[in-house]
């Protein structure tokens, strides 16, 4: 029914779906893998289960060890005996010991969890639980065990897989798939089904169908959309609460950002612009306190530069003539020419070529070289005075700092006149420009910065506290921008799941619906209530339930209300079986504790016709202290093993078969037997064939319990039982196994039983046919004997 994994369902829904965008689909998609991959398996990985047996000691009505021997393969098992016989423990400690718990105690008085001791049996309590399962390792035993003063809770709990040793495990190891798909159902859970808590059935019948993936997965995708969605919506509150702020302050750049605030859509790279042009612009309070950091040299310092630089120039003036270079040049020349005679000794003037250049020359030139260097030296001295002076003065102005470059005003063209006396020739004006300029300007720089500090102590007490909301806004808006396309995407993936959740729920639910009605229809017999669509309502995390359309004769309304506790345990058990027995389950078994109570007779012979039809592919254990079960399944000859428990002084228990399909057979024979009115020859003829029919029946019980103990599926199992069309071939599958020859038979049963065996089987299969020479009574005897050696019989290997 479910055996598709969910994700590959929705992939084929999205595919076939031609409206569906791609994006929307991976959104879907990628929902469903981080759901499927954030699960982790907790089931025990045992496929194929079956019950064999039950032995309890110390529980509950057991005193002494009491073993429960069950066929464990397909067929009917009823469970009888008195209240009180100690039947439904069985029931109780195979369900404890397989889930660690028990869904009849729970919501009770601490009373019922404080009797589970036998009270002639408190020292030594325990469970033993064995189950054949499908794999190379079939044959599994659960033990659950108690020390002398521990509480319930504190069991330890073995398993035991074939001859390997027992291990410790943790009961909730196959938790998940015994809450999944409960092969248990109790008395007091019968009328919980259909009055209980509205969610607990749809929860369960939601996660058999596979839809918690899907419920998982959209609630992912929903807190996704909530998240985007809440984001949205904070945004735009922040927003709404920042223009009221905005709105109020006396600030242009205020004024200026809200009205890029108001656009329904606003720019957001404008608003960011607009913020950081009045943090880090002119006008912002960074350019405002760059304007305040801007200095000039004092006054005294430029006015003692700029009187260096005049007094420098007045001496230069005072020593400079207009022959100083030509005076400078004749000594340069004389000196030249004394150092020439000087190494040369006299000789005739090189200029003129008239007079000596003797030692009297020599003694005059001396006086003039002595008169001229004296001159010369004060210009020098004058001179690079000026030019040191001058140095210091152009080393006073600086360049036009960056922050007033958008100013363009009066400090800016000022400031640009004192940088260009960095540059500027030095002549007489230059030491007043030096002082005037100095002046001005700093008179318009205190003033400029007289203002700034104005302007930044009201952009500090206004705009500024404004800037980090604008901010603390921008970021999240930037990412509910970025995220838009994909809170699109996700409300129509959102959408879009929500519609194939309910097409594939609808999908899921109907084969389950179509089997519980098939139950309620047979069990329901004389009632005049019809149970129509089962459907599933709400969906995880909200109100749920399971909505069942039910009507009295014909008419709509509250049915529940009016319905019988029996049609309520019948309604019940509609919804159980079909949970129980859906192809999927692991186990192979359903036990069923005393469905019989508030049924009217009519509605008995319907559950025991619906037992015997889920009994054809399950085994179906069912306890119960009413007799009219088994009544009815003997007078409807249904094939039924029928054990009786009874329990004796100190809660001795025993069990014991009283009914099965072989010994029906040959009680029917031996009816036949003592039926004067039937002709000797047809009497012969049906008594054989209730010969054969008993062997046939112990040769399917053995069969299927031997291939499954060798490890093959139960479906295998079905198939080769089902291709056993003639007695002796059932026998051949029972005690040879598969792939045996029937022609193999014989020569088998003489070596392993003796011949005896071949004559028995030989005159049950013909006498049923032909007349035989043997009486019939000692073929009713000889065929029960048979059936017991087959029961008893262990071949050494069955062949696969």
Same mark, same amino acid.
């Given at each position: !029914? ?45 496929? =194929? ?34 209240? #009180? ?29 404080? =009797? ?9 309590? +325990?469970? @033993? ?87 998982? $997965? ?60 009045? %943090? ?103 001179? $690079? ?92 808006? +930037? ?36 089997? $519980? +009605? ?14 129509? /669509? ?6 995880? #995390? ?9 009507? &009295?004769?014909?008419?709509? #309304?509250? /049915? ?30 359903? !036990?069923?504790?005393?469905? %019989? ?7 008995? @012979? ?8 889920? /009994? ?67 009497? @012969? ?67 392993? #039983? ?13 006498? $049923? ?6 009486? !019939? ?9 048979? &059936? ?13």
């Amino acid at each position: !029914m479910c055996s598709d994994r969910i994700a590959e369902v929705v992939a084929r829904e999205l595919a076939a779906d031609p409206a569906v965008e791609e994006r929307v689909g991976d959104c879907v998609l990628a929902a469903l893998t981080a759901v499927d991959s954030g699960t982790a398996a907790t089931d025990s990985g045992d496929t =194929g289960v079956f019950l064999r047996s039950i032995t309890v000691q110390g529980f509950r009505g057991i005193g002494p060890a009491a073993t429960l021997r069950l066929n464990p393969g397909p067929g009917l098992t009823l469970v009888v005996g008195r209240n #009180g016989s100690g039947k439904s423990s069985f029931a109780e400690a195979a369900e404890f010991a397989l889930t660690g718990g028990n869904r009849r105690w729970d919501g009770r008085s601490i009373a019922w969890r404080e =009797g589970w001791r036998n009270l002639h049996e408190p020292e030594d309590t +325990r469970i @033993d639980v064995e189950l054949l399962t499908a794999g190379e390792q079939p044959q599994l035993t659960v033990s659950t065990s108690w020390g002398t003063n521990a509480e319930l809770a504190q069991a330890q709990w073995m398993e035991q897989r074939g001859q390997e040793s027992a291990t410790s495990v943790d009961p909730r190891a196959r938790r998940q798939q015994l809450d999944l798909y409960r092969p248990f159902l109790s008395y007091s859970e019968l009328g919980a089904l259909v009055d209980g808590k509205p969610s607990d059935l749809f929860d369960a019948l939601h996660r058999l169908l596979g839809l918690d993936e899907l419920s998982d $997965a959209a609630e992912q995708i929903r807190l996704r959309k909530l998240e985007l969605e809440r984001a949205v919506r904070d945004s735009r509150q922040s927003r709404a609460d920042l223009l009221v702020e905005l709105d109020e302050a006396d600030d242009d750049r205020a004024r200026s950002v809200a009205e890029l605030l108001h656009a329904p859509e606003p720019d957001l790279d404008a608003v960011a612009k607009a913020v950081a042009d009045s %943090v880090l612009g002119i006008d912002g309070p960074e350019g405002l306190r760059a304007i305040l950091r801007l200095t000039l040299p004092d006054a005294a310092q430029v006015t003692t530069a700029a009187d260096r630089l005049a007094a420098a120039c007045r001496e230069v003036a005072v020593h400079a003539t207009a022959d100083s270079d030509a005076d400078l040049r004749v000594l340069e020349l004389l000196t030249r020419a004394r150092e020439h005679v000087t190494a040369s000794g006299s000789c005739a003037c090189p200029v003129c070529g008239r007079g000596d250049l003797d030692i009297e020359w020599i003694t005059s030139a001396d006086r003039e070289i002595e008169d001229r260097a004296s001159e010369l030296a004060a210009l020098r001295a004058a001179t $690079a005075e000026r030019g040191a002076a001058l140095v210091a003065a152009r080393a006073l102005p600086s360049t036009v700092p960056d922050s007033l470059h958008k100013l363009r005003g009066a400090v800016w063209h000022l400031w640009s006149e004192w940088a260009a006396l960095a540059t500027a020739d030095c002549d007489d004006q230059f030491p007043d420009r030096l002082r005037t300029v100095h002046a001005e300007l700093s008179t318009e720089l205190a003033a400029l910065q007289a203002n700034t500090r104005t302007e930044l102590d009201h952009l500090d007490a206004v705009w500024s506290p404004l800037v980090p909301r604008i901010l603390a806004w921008l970021d999240p808006a +930037r990412a509910v921008a970025d995220h838009a396309s994909e809170l699109r995407i996700v409300k129509k993936a959102a959408d879009w799941l929500k519609s194939a959740t309910a097409t594939i729920r609808g999908q899921r639910m109907q084969p389950l619906e179509t089997t $519980a +009605r098939w139950v309620w229809s047979t069990l329901r017999q004389h009632s005049n209530v019809e149970l129509g /669509a089962i459907r599933l309502q709400g969906s995880a #995390g909200t109100a749920r339930r399971v909505l069942l359309d039910v009507t &009295v004769d014909e008419v709509d #309304g509250a /049915a529940l209300g009016v319905m019988s506790q029996g049609e309520l345990h019948a309604l019940g058990l509609s919804l159980f079986l079909p949970r129980a027995t859906v192809a999927d389950s692991p186990f192979r078994f359903v !036990m069923i504790d005393d469905p %019989v109570q508030a049924m009217d007779p009519a509605k008995v @012979d319907g559950l025991a016709r619906v037992l015997a039809e889920v /009994a054809a592919s399950r085994q179906v254990v069912v306890f119960t202290h009413d007799e009219r079960l088994a009544e009815a399944v003997r007078r409807m000859q249904l094939d039924a093993t029928v054990l009786e428990v009874q329990r004796r002084e100190r809660s001795i228990v025993e069990v014991r078969v009283t009914g099965d399909p072989v010994r029906r057979y040959l009680d029917d024979a031996r009816s036949l037997l003592r039926t004067p009115q039937l002709p000797p020859a047809i009497a @012969d003829e049906l008594v054989a064939t209730c010969c054969r029919s008993a062997i046939e029946a112990a040769g399917l019980a053995k069969a299927r319990q031997e291939l499954l103990a060798a490890g093959l599926e139960h479906g295998e199992v079905e198939r080769r039982v089902r291709n056993a069309h003639t007695t002796r071939a059932m026998i051949t599958l029972a005690i040879m196994g598969v792939g045996a020859r029937v022609d193999d038979l014989n020569k088998h049963l003489s070596t392993v #039983g003796g011949r005896w065996l071949v004559g028995v089987l030989r005159d049950a299969t013909a006498g $049923a046919h032909v007349p035989i020479d043997r009486p !019939m009574r000692e073929l009713i005897s000889d065929t029960e004997r048979f &059936v017991t050696w087959l029961r008893a019989h262990e071949p050494n290997a069955v062949r696969t």
